[in-house]
T-cell receptor
Framework: AQSVTQLGSHVSVSEGALVLLRCNYSSSVPPYLFWYVQYPNQGLQLLLKYTTGATLVKGINGFEAEFKKSETSFHLTKPSAHMSDAAEYFCAVSDMNAGNMLTFGGGTRLMVKP | NAGVTQTPKFQVLKTGQSMTLQCAQDMNHNSMYWYRQDPGMGLRLIYYSASEGTTDKGEVPNGYNVSRLNKREFSLRLESAAPSQTSVYFC?????????????FGPGTRLTVT
């Protein structure tokens, strides 16, 4: 069975500082990996995804993530936080051998201080 | 193009009451999903429908039933609501063809069972 662990349920950064949200996964087969963002009282929006190919993937709003197979990690970064980045972020893994169903991590709430 | 829509947005039920959550998508997607979101637990899959005419259980199906009414619509029914079903419910859809991966989410239904 696949699983996702997000380290830190809450992360606080200052505006302009580096954002690093951690995600580790377990999967018996090469995974497809996703980061979703949820703004207050809204649904989830895809930030970026890794399926195959280049291990550094770029998403919307200046975010990027790197797939590291040896570390089973898919951490999300952004060089400079903006107030509008305050939201909850979810890492998810999809197993193509399990009907491409998504398994989500517990989420990380990002707070950005002025 | 509305994407994924859900009704109602909010609902309060008494223990033992029943209700149906409605979901519709206008993207001609084959696969549809129902999740529940609880604090610290991310999203957990309740039921899914890989294609019109099929439904399967997810991680937490107990207390729920689903109907894939047609390609557009996928409803979730609570026959006898319990306080443990207080949650935010999200519907999602995915194209379902080879090479498609990401799910698109609706805005959610916030359900409280008293």
């Amino acid at each position: 069975a696949q699983s996702v662990t997000q380290l830190g349920s809450h992360v606080s950064v200052s505006e302009g500082a580096l954002v690093l949200l951690r995600c580790n996964y377990s999967s018996s087969v090469p995974p497809y990996l996703f980061w979703y963002v949820q703004y207050p009282n809204q649904g989830l929006q895809l930030l970026l995804k890794y399926t195959t190919g280049a291990t550094l993937v770029k998403g919307i709003n200046g975010f990027e993530a790197e797939f590291k197979k040896s570390e089973t990690s898919f951490h999300l970064t952004k060089p400079s936080a903006h107030m509008s980045d305050a939201a909850e972020y979810f890492c998810a893994v999809s197993d193509m051998n399990a009907g491409n169903m998504l398994t989500f991590g517990g989420g990380t709430r990002l707070m950005v201080k002025p | 193009n509305a994407g994924v829509t859900q009704t109602p947005k909010f609902q309060v039920l008494k223990t033992g009451q029943s209700m149906t959550l409605q979901c519709a998508q206008d993207m001609n997607h084959n696969s549809m999903y129902w999740y529940r979101q609880d604090p610290g637990m991310g999203l957990r899959l309740i039921y899914y429908s890989a294609s019109e005419g099929t439904t399967d259980k997810g991680e937490v199906p107990n207390g729920y039933n689903v109907s894939r009414l047609n390609k557009r619509e996928f409803s979730l029914r609570l026959e006898s609501a319990a306080p443990s079903q207080t949650s935010v419910y999200f519907c999602a859809s995915k194209e379902g063809g080879q090479g498609t991966y990401e799910q698109y989410f609706g805005p959610g239904t916030r359900l409280t069972v008293t």
